[in-house]
């Protein structure tokens, strides 16, 4: 029998290349062609030994006495994770309201640089008996699993069906740990990805729609936003520049104080003898008072009231000597750190290296790929009992310098000492230490050089003895007032030396004076003074991280990017002290977002979600259990901030000009362009500067790529922008007069849109202030087209307009997502795909006209189901809704057994589509609005009417020719056809809406 063939997984190429040198350097292994083939290098290797895979999959330990066999081992590598989620081109920016995004598909792709390597592991998989994924050992290294999981089983189903599918546990790429993780296979972690998909949903869902919301919305209401692009908003980075805006308000709020304190000192004699004003110590020796001082501080500290602090300071002159209360002596420790995990990591090379964050985490993972330290990314802070001391240690006394020194004495003497735990195990990582023992002299960048000597003197110090001292404390009264003074010895450095310069132990005072208590001292002096309190600094990048770290913001794999994006974005800036300074966008923002009672800066509601993250990683609550009441919360926290958007209006203008107002930006296009709704003057028309031309001259209503236009107001200094990507605009007239055509909501003048040909009108104000009572959302684009004003001729919005009615059954068919809508325009009523663009879907359902109105039925806020009385029953299934729509027939219009009003769905009501002539379109067939009908359905007689070819009377189809395109020379609305046409009113040869016994609504 064959020896099985192993596909082996690694999350980046150097793990993949450490991997391929140990099973080629196994007893017996033959290694074979090593190749690059297409995305990522293939390492294969025949004979590797060790415990069959089939009796393995439970992640113990194999017993020892279960015989090696041999396995054919093919590795390869991706590069993090594989596949990506985002929202379908129905769901882009211009084509639906941020707000749809809580609740809108989302689809799994793969980036086109991904496609070669997810095609190369589906074939790779073929022929392979079993898979092994050496994904990270965390909680996104399981995720990234599942994605490698699901590519293979693709192109091997049968890795699943026999479930031959492992996973590998290791900490390091030394040869060691990777026998060992061949010998403790298990499998993936289902809980580990159920909480990092729920983590990525709610991320994706909720910094989308923010990111849409105010992105938008500043872009048309202050200058510069159209260039700076997108405005981002982060569950995690948003609470990380919160802590930074916090600190820097109190620093602006802060107001000094002005204090007095009492300052004592005395002096000591070269024997340890206190010297007393009069010249003579305490044993009756003379002393010329220029021995040691030791300066006593006030128990009280300080006070905030000048005579009070006076008066005490008189009483104390007055009573001229300090009595001795107590001098206390006891040993003092200073602990040795516990064992190192990212968080502490990053902290420390802040302080001690000044090194950030991401480039911090970046160059540990580079030490970690060239097998120096074990995985950086952990929250373990104790070591296992079987971890192996000792043995790692002696491997540095072999390393020249204070490594091998200290490694030696440590190992002597009674020195070592097994690490204290600390709080935290992810139970996935031991804690960061070196993997090798090298002189740090022979790594070659200097920041990993450095990183790699804080690992190791850590580790070191985790190992070493506490450093011993003895702390000594003097108290002395004078008058009702007590001073103290505190000293301390050093009697074993312990830990100290391998961490110095960075670690030290303050001694304060040194070892103080060995009086009696009750023995009288006079004062060298006694001294007020006065001081002003002092305002926080900056917060430091070690200060964030432990704040984020407390407040569960980001993960210790994440923490160090959190912050990198504040500063990407231009959110904060970080000064050479490492300290974070808010740039005027960040304070905006936060404080924006404050005023509306919604404190999305803090931690609180992150800290919720990653709790119930938690709770899904220890298998406690589902995914699904935990996303809809967390994403409800930030649903009703983005309509807030909907609602109440002119308040981040007001706190973004305390920072940035209004749109319009900077006019060295801006060139004059056309003066008295139109209307002004709020002060009835004319507005005029703008473009910016970058748009091409300069000067006032220039008139020619025309745009290039760059620059975008806006309508100014000089009388209410309000500007509007116009739409971006069309070629013309021109104010809108009325038809036969030269009257300004205005919008019955605000009066501003409307505009025309044209662009390559096609053309369509906005209302300036409603279009930069979308009004939410005729289907405006504040943070979307707004063209007549959408509103619903009832009396408006320009308005053809639909009540529900953006609700979907079903998925598309076109984009589902092949493979992209898409979902049907209600539309109106001048053709009429439909129902189409929202996949538009050049590539636009062509499902299309036309309505019929006799409908004078056409709505989705239901609420369209209501969270909906199978059983929902809008949703149709025999079209619907757990996996797909279909809703129905609301006609509201015009009179005389329809048979009479129809009502007035029918509440249906169109596509399985077979009667409807029957007397209507609706038609449900089929996969690549165009569906055109017709305006007239061959045999049936929409007929009409070759003069040009547009009539109706069926009998409602008799039930018969009739079979006219032609297609007609306008109404008959007959006043009806089309020649008869065979069968005629009677009135089912009155009884005439016309149809029932042109009858006249109508009576108007």
């Not at 211009?94 to 997810?118: G, K, W």
């Not at 649903?635 to 940035?656: G, I, P």
């Not at 029957?914 to 045999?935: A, C, E, L, W, Y």
Request: charged letters at 20%.
């Amino acid at each position: 029998m064959a020896p099985p063939i192993v596909l082996n997984v690694a999350e980046k190429p150097s793990v993949a290349r450490a991997l391929a040198q140990v099973f080629s350097t196994s007893p017996g292994s033959r290694p074979r062609n090593n190749h690059q083939s297409g995305p990522a290098q293939i390492f294969e290797c025949e004979n590797v030994c060790f415990p069959s895979l089939y009796q393995q999959g439970h992640g113990r330990p194999v017993p020892n006495n279960v015989r090696d066999e041999p396995h054919t081992m093919i590795t390869t590598s991706v590069r993090g994770h594989l596949a990506s989620q985002d929202f379908g081109p129905a769901y882009g920016w211009s084509r639906c309201p941020p707000v749809t995004l809580f609740d809108a598909p989302i689809n799994t792709e793969y980036s086109e640089d991904m496609q070669p390597l997810e095609g190369m592991l589906r074939d790779m998989s073929r022929r392979a008996s079993a898979l092994i994924l050496w994904l990270d050992c965390d909680r996104e290294g399981e995720a990234i699993s599942d994605e490698v999981r699901t590519v293979c089983l693709k192109g091997n189903p049968r890795l699943g069906i026999q479930n031959r599918i492992y996973r590998a546990k290791f900490s390091t790429v030394l040869q060691g740990e990777i026998r060992r993780a061949l010998r403790t296979l298990g499998r993936v972690n289902e809980n580990f990805v159920q909480a990092v998909q729920a983590r990525s949903e709610h991320d994706l869902r909720v910094g989308a729609a923010f990111t849409r919301f105010q992105t938008l919305r500043l872009q048309k209401k202050f200058d510069g936003f159209q260039e700076r692009g997108v405005v981002s908003y982060g569950p995690c980075q948003f609470p990380t520049l919160g802590f930074v805006v916090e600190r820097w308000a109190r620093i602006e709020t802060f107001v000094p104080e002005n204090f007095w304190t009492l300052e004592m000192t005395i002096r000591l004699n070269a024997d340890g003898s206190v010297v007393n004003s009069s010249g003579q110590s305490q044993n009756g020796l003379y002393s010329n008072q220029q021995g040691r001082p030791i300066h006593l501080n006030w128990k009280r500290v300080r006070l905030y009231d000048r005579p009070t602090t006076t008066a005490i300071y008189d009483a104390c002159l007055e009573s001229g000597e300090a009595v001795v209360t107590s001098l206390t002596g006891r040993p003092k420790n200073k602990w040795r750190p516990v064992p190192l995990a990212t968080v502490e990591l990053q902290k420390r090379a802040s302080k001690y290296l000044r090194i950030g964050s991401e480039q911090l985490m970046q160059k540990a993972e580079e030490l970690y790929n060239q097998g120096f330290i074990s995985y950086p990314r952990t929250e373990t802070e104790k070591f296992r009992p079987e971890f192996n001391h000792h043995t790692l240690i002696q491997s540095f006394q072999a390393v020249a310098g204070e490594f091998g020194d200290y490694a030696s004495r440590l190992l002597t003497n009674n020195n070592f000492q097994n690490p204290r735990a600390g709080q935290n195990d992810d139970n996935a990582h031991p804690p960061i230490t070196p993997a090798k023992a090298v002189d740090p002299s022979s790594i070659a960048d200097p920041i990993m050089r450095s990183i790699y000597s804080l690992v190791v003197k850590h580790y070191l110090a985790c190992c070493s003895r506490d450093a011993v001292g003895r702390e000594t404390e003097l108290a002395l009264k004078i008058s009702s007032e007590e001073f103290v003074a505190k000293g301390l010895m050093i009697l074993e450095r312990n830990w100290l030396e391998i961490y110095q310069p960075w670690e030290r132990w303050s001694t304060g005072q040194g070892e103080l004076p060995k009086v009696a208590v009750g023995s009288r001292i006079t004062p060298t002096s006694l001294t007020m003074k006065d001081g002003q309190t002092n305002p926080p600094q900056l917060i430091s990048e070690v200060e964030l991280i432990a704040l984020m770290d407390r407040n569960g913001i980001g993960t210790d794999a994440t923490i160090a990017q959190h912050i990198t994006t504040i500063l990407d974005r231009n959110y904060a800036e970080k000064d050479a002290n490492q300290r974070f300074h808010p740039t005027k966008l960040g304070i905006a923002l936060v404080g924006g977002y404050n005023s509306m009672g919604y404190q999305l800066n803090k931690p609180d509601l992150r800290r919720e979600m990653e709790a119930e993250c938690n709770a899904v990683a220890g298998g406690q609550k589902t995914k699904e259990s935990i996303l809809g009441p967390v994403l409800a919360k930030m649903l009703d926290c983005f309509k807030r901030a909907n609602q109440e958007a002119n308040k981040l209006d007001e706190a973004m203008a305390r920072h940035f000009d209004r749109l319009g107002s900077n006019n060295s930006q801006y060139v004059l296009l056309q003066a008295n362009f139109s209307l002004c709704g709020t002060c009835n003057g004319m507005m005029m028309l703008k473009q910016q500067s970058g748009g091409g031309g300069q000067g006032s001259h220039r008139q020619r209503n025309t745009t290039n790529a760059e620059g975008s236009k806006l309508l100014h107001c000089p009388s209410c200094s309000q500007a509007h922008l116009m739409p971006r990507y069309h070629q013309q605009v021109h104010p809108a007239m009325k038809p036969g007069n030269q009257e300004p055509l205005t919008c019955p909501i605000c009066q501003f003048q409307l505009i025309k849109c044209e662009n390559d040909g096609r053309s369509y009108h906005i209302c300036p104000k409603c279009f930069s202030d979308p009004p939410e009572a005729h289907g405006g959302d504040s943070s979307t684009d707004f063209p007549c087209s959408r509103c619903t004003h009832p009396s408006c001729s320009m308005a053809t919005g639909i009540r529900g307009g953006d609700i979907e009615l079903f998925s598309c059954p076109f984009c589902t068919a092949e493979g992209n997502t898409g979902s049907v809508s209600l539309k109106r325009s001048t053709q009429g009523f439909r129902l189409a795909c929202s996949n538009g663009g050049r590539d636009r879907c062509q499902f299309v359902i036309w309505l019929p006209k006799e409908a004078r109105d056409i709505s989705v039925e239901g609420d369209t806020e209501e969270e909906i189901n199978i059983h929902s009385a809008s949703v149709c029953q025999s079209c619907s299934n757990q996996n797909r809704l279909v809703r129905k729509i609301k006609f509201v027939w015009k009179m005389g219009s329809v048979p009479p057994h129809y009502d007035r009003e029918m509440i249906t769905c169109v596509l399985c009501d077979d009667q409807l589509k029957r007397d209507m002539g609706i038609r449900i379109p089929s996969m690549n067939q165009v569906q055109p609005r017709r305006t007239g009908s061959t045999g049936g359905g929409r007929g009409g007689g070759r003069d040009g009417g547009r009539g109706r070819g069926s009998n409602y009377r008799s039930g018969g189809r009739a079979s006219g020719q032609g297609r007609s395109t306008g109404r008959g020379n007959n006043g009806g609305r089309g020649a008869a056809v065979a069968g005629g046409i009677q009135c089912f009113k009155c009884g005439g040869p016309h149809y029932a809406n042109a009858c006249t016994n109508n009576q108007r609504r």
